[in-house]
């Protein structure tokens, strides 16, 4: 269990850094530059905060679950016609996670 605290002490600061900043640019280009900075740290301290949490203990269950849907990811564009229940669902998902990703770069500009 000592690897798994390890690997956690500096995986999830750096996770929770990342999301917090990726939400608090994400408030200023939402809602404006006042608003933005002004109140958009506070939402982004919650997310940047719980995926600190989660990944603090949880990163090999979230690692394993992203390898898991980029596997599906590649089975499914692979050939769509013949998975199996779990990747068809999975890859289901994945695209949709994948559209939602494309469609919050175009409404902030980035895509």
């Given at each position: 269990?000592?690897?798994v605290?390890?690997?956690?002490?500096?995986l999830?600061p750096?996770?929770?850094?990342?999301?917090f900043?990726?939400?608090?640019?994400?408030?200023?280009?939402?809602?404006?530059?006042?608003?933005?900075?002004?109140?958009?740290?506070?939402?982004?301290?919650?997310?940047?905060?719980?995926?600190?949490?989660?990944?603090?203990?949880?990163?090999?269950?979230?690692?394993?679950?992203?390898?898991?849907?980029?596997?599906?990811?590649?089975?499914?564009?692979?050939?769509?016609?013949?998975?199996s229940?779990?990747f068809?669902?999975?890859?289901?998902?994945?695209l949709?996670?994948?559209l939602?990703?494309?469609?919050w770069?175009?409404?902030?500009?980035?895509?």
């Amino acid at each position: 269990m000592d690897n798994v605290e390890a690997v956690g002490r500096v995986l999830a600061p750096l996770a929770g850094f990342l999301v917090f900043a990726a939400c608090w640019i994400y408030c200023i280009a939402a809602y404006g530059f006042l608003f933005g900075v002004g109140l958009g740290w506070l939402p982004s301290l919650i997310c940047g905060y719980g995926v600190l949490l989660i990944l603090f203990r949880g990163w090999p269950f979230v690692l394993a679950l992203t390898v898991l849907l980029l596997l599906s990811y590649e089975m499914g564009s692979a050939s769509q016609s013949d998975l199996s229940f779990p990747f068809d669902l999975l890859y289901t998902l994945n695209l949709q996670l994948v559209l939602l990703v494309q469609h919050w770069l175009d409404v902030v500009g980035l895509g």
